[in-house]
């Protein structure tokens, strides 16, 4: 069993950057393929970010290319996802995820992840 903690989340002008954080428990994180979602109020979940198990491997939604960053540090069994020139619509509860080892790299796909995070918020004002 895998669990996931969030952090990072707050309010940011628009502009603004965050960095959000996702540790991880278990010793086999370098083999889990981990992913960022969001979900703002009223939509569905949407996907973010993707990273592979050695980071070599990296997908991001269309709307962040450019201004989002995935990164793993294996070593501290955390994920990271840096966000810069952050957009009002960018407000969200933003969740990590992780795919069951064996599956190398990451997909866009919310039901192909197994284990996933509490959530952290993200409010951008205009």
């Known amino acids: 069993q895998v669990q996931l903690v969030e952090s990072g989340g707050g309010l940011v002008q628009a502009g603004g950057s965050l960095r959000l954080s996702c540790a991880t428990s278990?010793?086999?994180?370098?083999?889990?393929?981990m992913g960022w979602f969001r979900q703002a109020p009223g939509k569905e979940r949407e996907f973010v970010a993707t990273?592979?198990?050695?980071?070599?491997?990296?997908w991001y939604e269309d709307s962040v290319k450019g201004r989002f960053t995935i990164s793993r540090d294996n070593a501290k069994n955390t994920v990271y996802l840096q966000m810069n020139t952050l957009k009002p619509e960018d407000t969200a509860v933003y969740y990590c995820?992780?795919?069951?080892?064996?599956?190398?790299?990451?997909?866009?796909?919310?039901?192909?992840?197994?284990?996933w995070g509490q959530g952290t918020q993200v409010t951008v004002s205009s």
């Open positions: 995820a992780a795919r069951s080892p064996g599956a190398e790299i990451g997909t866009t796909f919310a039901s192909q992840y197994d284990y």
């Open positions: 278990g010793r086999t994180f370098s083999r889990y393929a």
């Open positions: 990273i592979s198990w050695s980071g070599g491997t990296t």
